[in-house]
């Protein structure tokens, strides 16, 4: 860490100090202002942290980061000593990015299964660890796939034979939250504060990533589905026969529901038993995947009103990729914002990731009209 952060960060330690020792002695004016000087000195070492780490990461150039957390004897019970203690010593050589300390992989692992348990979009995805903040990747679309040409021997090779690959560039993007806890949960077992930390980072991730996901999905141009003729057309015509045996139909619980009413001409129900389908239904040989309301929204025509409710057939995994980074960083403060006045702590959690659509024809848009 820089001269200059150091010195940041032993003034904002210093008059931490004297900020508490003014409230013990009941000076609650001469604490809050020397409280507003500690909020711009944080600000200001978070602006220059912010700057040196870019300035680092261009020196580096995309050399993968070094693993920020010093594995202890217990490493669990050291992190959630330094929330209790409001990371007072975290901010220095070895950190997060932004003067946070990264998450321990045991509690990264919980908070990764929470935020897959339900709900989760990135499980209908591609998601691929990163270790820098940007990058490309070369790949070949399965739609380009041709296969060789017949070469006679001794024969030049011709440019038929090149493959045609597709460049797709990343940019890992930082999101970040807060979360105000009482100081009382501070006090309290270890467990009860992982466990508290686990909820609010998994859920707020899963949040995050679906919105991020269904963004990109929503890039895509809709087909209306009218009828199960139309559905048909979907399946047998518009996806890529290339993408048939690893595609799957996702559909939120309003288009679920109009699907489960489709019968053939025979008046069997088209939804069919599969052991295989995460929902026990397969249509016409695909797999179902039933996302909620919540996270896969009808979109809602502006000047009629009327819903549409999705239908997107086709492999998601080789249509979208995630780049993560796979860590989370925590910082915790008494000071920022009103923490300081309502005895609280605030608790800023940070994560890097980027979603980009790798290849459009792996899927279809649909859209049913609702009655």
Not at 187 to 194: F, M, Y
């Amino acid at each position: 860490m820089p001269k200059e952060l150091r010195e940041l960060l032993e003034q904002i330690q210093n008059k931490k100090e004297e900020a508490r020792k003014l409230l013990a002695e009941n000076k609650i004016e001469e604490a809050k202002k020397l409280k507003e000087e500690i909020v711009a000195l944080q600000e200001k070492f978070d602006i220059a942290k912010e700057l040196y780490e870019e300035q680092k990461q261009t020196i580096e150039d995309k050399e993968p980061l070094k693993p920020t957390v010093q594995v202890k004897e217990n490493e669990v019970e050291a992190f959630v000593n330094h929330i209790r203690t409001r990371f007072r010593n975290a901010m220095k050589e070895g950190t997060g990015e932004d003067g946070g300390y990264t998450v321990p992989q045991d509690i990264q692992t919980r908070i990764n299964e929470l935020r897959e348990s339900k709900d989760a979009l990135q499980n209908l995805i591609t998601v691929e660890p990163v270790t820098t903040l940007s990058g490309s990747r070369v790949f070949k679309k399965r739609s380009q796939q041709a296969g060789f040409v017949e070469v006679a021997e001794g024969a030049t090779i011709g440019e038929k034979a090149t493959p045609q690959f597709t460049l797709l560039q990343y940019q890992v993007k930082k999101y970040a939250g807060f979360f105000r806890v009482t100081n009382e949960l501070l006090k309290d077992s270890t467990e009860a504060i992982v466990n508290t930390l686990i909820r609010w980072i998994g859920d707020e991730s899963r949040v995050t990533r679906n919105g991020l996901i269904i963004n990109v999905l929503n890039t895509k141009a809709k087909t209306a589905i009218a009828d199960l003729d139309a559905l048909k057309q979907v399946v047998n015509v518009q996806l890529d026969p290339v993408f048939r045996s690893t595609s799957s139909v996702v559909v939120n619980q309003d288009a679920y529901n109009w699907l489960d009413t489709l019968k053939d001409q025979n008046g069997q129900y088209l939804l069919q038993p599969s052991i295989s389908s995460p929902t026990g239904r397969q249509l016409l040989g695909l797999p179902v995947v039933i996302v909620s309301n919540k996270v896969l929204a009808n979109r809602v025509d502006g000047d009629t009103g009327a819903q549409f409710a999705p239908i997107i057939v086709g492999d998601l995994k080789e249509a979208v990729v995630m780049f993560d980074r796979q860590r989370t960083e925590i910082m915790s403060s008494d000071v920022a914002m009103d923490a300081f006045e309502t005895d609280a702590t605030l608790w800023r959690a940070i994560e890097r990731m980027d979603v980009k659509m790798r290849d459009d024809e792996a899927f279809v848009f649909g859209e049913v009209q609702l009655a």
